[in-house]
């Protein structure tokens, strides 16, 4: 297998999960975060995810958590997306950031890199259009936590090529990833979707209907899922849900996406999910 040079921009929940899955199975990965604090935060996460690989990856066996990251390194400078291969942009789901970060990294960016956008819901036609060579701008939807998920959306935008399409395919088909592929249009099909599960969930909660866990139960036991809506926005973490229901919203016009108030008041307590210890569930 030929080894990747990958930067994660944005080391948080889902870019930390990311940048140890690749570093795993054997390609070098930058983390590049804006500040030593950020870095830091990143490689704990990355560490806690190592001390338990052993229990479900056969490639961390026999491995300490130290061997597991050496393939990693921490960075505050975005230059050092410049000789990689493949550079995933996972930070907050904020318009604004994103616009000065593509419009920064279009300095850096090396003509043959594949730029993934791995947003939640902005339009990647939209993303594309910060950065100065938009064709090389697709998506890429990669599912927390990623080492567990073998399945990614790719979004292809209106200016996306198809050699960068065709470039990515390979690429994913390298961290062994299986890709489905669909066009560009406000939080494409899973978050279009599955957003609405977590938004109509959070207001049985909000109505006294039920308790989380019942919601989740139903879910799991009555339809089949793997987690329920409320389990799942604990681990995106709720102030990711309400930022990706807010675009949502903004683009669609549409109030089936207004944000439940529970969840703003949830995020305003810091309530954020498991990243904070405490969100529907406490951790």
Same mark, same amino acid.
């Given at each position: 297998? +030929?080894?990747?040079?990958?930067?994660?921009?944005?080391?948080?929940?889902?870019? !930390? +999960?990311? *940048?140890?899955?690749?570093?795993?199975?054997?390609?070098?990965?930058?983390?590049?975060? @804006?500040? $030593?604090?950020?870095?830091?935060? !990143?490689?704990? %996460?990355?560490?806690?995810?190592?001390?338990? $690989?052993?229990?479900?990856?056969?490639? &961390? @066996?026999?491995?300490?958590?130290?061997? #597991?990251?050496?393939?990693?390194?921490? +960075?505050?400078?975005?230059?050092?997306?410049?000789?990689?291969?493949? =550079?995933?942009?996972? =930070?907050?789901?904020? =318009?604004?950031?994103?616009?000065?970060?593509? &419009? %920064?990294?279009?300095?850096?960016? $090396?003509?043959?890199?594949?730029?993934?956008?791995?947003?939640?819901?902005?339009?990647?036609?939209?993303?594309?259009?910060?950065?100065?060579?938009?064709?090389?701008?697709?998506?890429?939807?990669?599912?927390?936590?990623?080492?567990?998920?073998?399945?990614?959306?790719?979004?292809?935008?209106?200016?996306?090529?198809?050699?960068?399409?065709? %470039?990515?395919?390979?690429?994913? %088909?390298?961290?062994?990833?299986? &890709?489905?592929?669909? @066009?560009?249009?406000?939080?494409?099909? !899973?978050?279009?979707? !599955?957003?609405?599960?977590?938004?109509?969930? *959070?207001?049985?909660?909000?109505?006294?209907? $039920?308790?989380?866990?019942?919601?989740?139960?139903?879910?799991?036991?009555?339809?089949?899922?793997?987690?329920?809506?409320?389990?799942?926005?604990?681990?995106?973490?709720?102030?990711?849900?309400?930022?990706?229901?807010?675009?949502?919203?903004?683009?669609?016009?549409?109030?089936?996406?207004?944000?439940?108030?529970?969840?703003?008041? #949830?995020?305003?307590?810091?309530?954020?999910?498991?990243?904070?210890?405490?969100?529907?569930?406490?951790?």
């Amino acid at each position: 297998m +030929s080894k990747l040079k990958i930067a994660v921009v944005g080391g948080g929940n889902i870019g !930390s +999960s990311l *940048a140890f899955d690749c570093a795993l199975q054997g390609h070098d990965v930058v983390v590049i975060e @804006k500040d $030593a604090l950020s870095c830091e935060q !990143s490689r704990e %996460r990355i560490m806690e995810t190592a001390g338990y $690989a052993p229990l479900f990856s056969p490639l &961390a @066996k026999g491995k300490t958590p130290e061997e #597991m990251l050496l393939n990693i390194v921490w +960075s505050q400078d975005l230059q050092a997306v410049s000789d990689c291969a493949f =550079i995933v942009e996972n =930070i907050t789901e904020n =318009i604004e950031l994103k616009q000065a970060l593509y &419009a %920064r990294m279009s300095e850096f960016v $090396a003509p043959h890199a594949v730029l993934a956008a791995n947003t939640s819901c902005i339009p990647i036609t939209k993303l594309g259009s910060f950065h100065k060579t938009p064709s090389q701008v697709i998506g890429v939807h990669f599912m927390n936590p990623v080492y567990l998920k073998h399945t990614v959306e790719v979004i292809v935008g209106l200016n996306t090529s198809e050699q960068t399409k065709e %470039r990515c395919l390979e690429i994913l %088909r390298m961290l062994g990833k299986n &890709a489905v592929v669909v @066009k560009d249009g406000p939080g494409f099909v !899973s978050n279009r979707i !599955s957003h609405l599960f977590m938004n109509e969930a *959070a207001f049985t909660i909000q109505d006294g209907i $039920a308790q989380p866990a019942d919601v989740d139960t139903i879910f799991k036991q009555c339809f089949g899922h793997k987690m329920g809506p409320l389990e799942t926005a604990d681990l995106i973490g709720i102030d990711t849900v309400v930022n990706s229901l807010d675009v949502l919203y903004q683009m669609f016009q549409d109030s089936k996406y207004r944000v439940c108030p529970l969840m703003r008041t #949830m995020v305003d307590a810091g309530y954020l999910g498991r990243k904070s210890g405490r969100g529907f569930y406490t951790y």
